[in-house]
Every structure is written in C-alpha cells, then in structure tokens.
Nanobody, 115 residues
Framework: QVQLVESGGGLVQPGGSLRLSCAAS????????MGWYRQAPGNERELVAT???????NYADSVKGRFTISEDNARNTLYLQMNNLKPEDTAVYYC?????????WGQGTQVTVSS
C-alpha cells in the first residue's frame, strides 16, 4: 500500500507559477507509470503529464512548454512545475502511480488561476 499526498496548490494570478509535490509513503521507483491529472468542475479527469518507465515523458497539448514533470526517487516525490498559468488550468490536481496490480491516487490539491 502506498499513500500519496499532494501539496503546493493555491491561488495564483494568470502568468504566475506553482510547483506541485506528491510525496509517497514508499518507494516510487517500482512504479512503471507516474503522472499528474486534473479535474475541473463539470469535467472528467484528464491527463496533464506522465512519466513512464522512468524516461518517457508525455504532456497534454494544453500544457506543453509550460509544465514540467519530474521525479526524485531518493525523496519518493513527484513534482509538477507549472509556469505561465492560465485561468483554464484551474482544477483539482491529482498524482497517480501505477504498476500492474497496483494503482494509487492522491487526495488532490486545488489550483486556482484568477486575477
């Protein structure tokens, strides 16, 4: 069992930056797929950024060039650096780790982009 705790969300003005962290209670190096997802009110949860097999990185088209996903296996932490934030980035952000037979989600952290 792995517990994931997100932090770093908040209220930011358009054009601002935030860094989200996802701290895992155990090692994340065993998971083949780690990522960030988000869900805005009335919308389905959508992929934001993922790391697969430690090397393959994928971003949603809407965040390419603005968001950066990274991992620190020594700290069992996944990060999402978000720059040039836009109002449409407003959502609850969730981290996820997956390997066959195990799929874990954090509780989410709210990101609100508004002037």
């Amino acid at each position: 069992q792995v517990q994931l705790v997100e932090s770093g969300g908040g209220l930011v003005q358009p054009g601002g930056s935030l860094r989200l962290s996802c701290a895992a209670s155990g090692s994340i190096s065993r998971f083949v797929h780690m990522g960030w997802y988000r869900q805005a009110p009335g919308n389905e949860r959508e992929l934001v950024a993922t790391i697969s097999l430690g090397t393959r990185i994928n971003y949603a088209d809407s965040v390419k060039g603005r968001f950066t996903i990274s991992e620190d296996n020594a700290r069992n932490t996944l990060y999402l650096q978000m720059n040039n934030l836009k109002p449409e980035d407003t959502a609850v952000y969730y981290c996820n780790v997956y390997k066959p037979g195990s799929n874990y989600w954090g509780q989410g952290t709210q990101v609100t982009v508004s002037s």
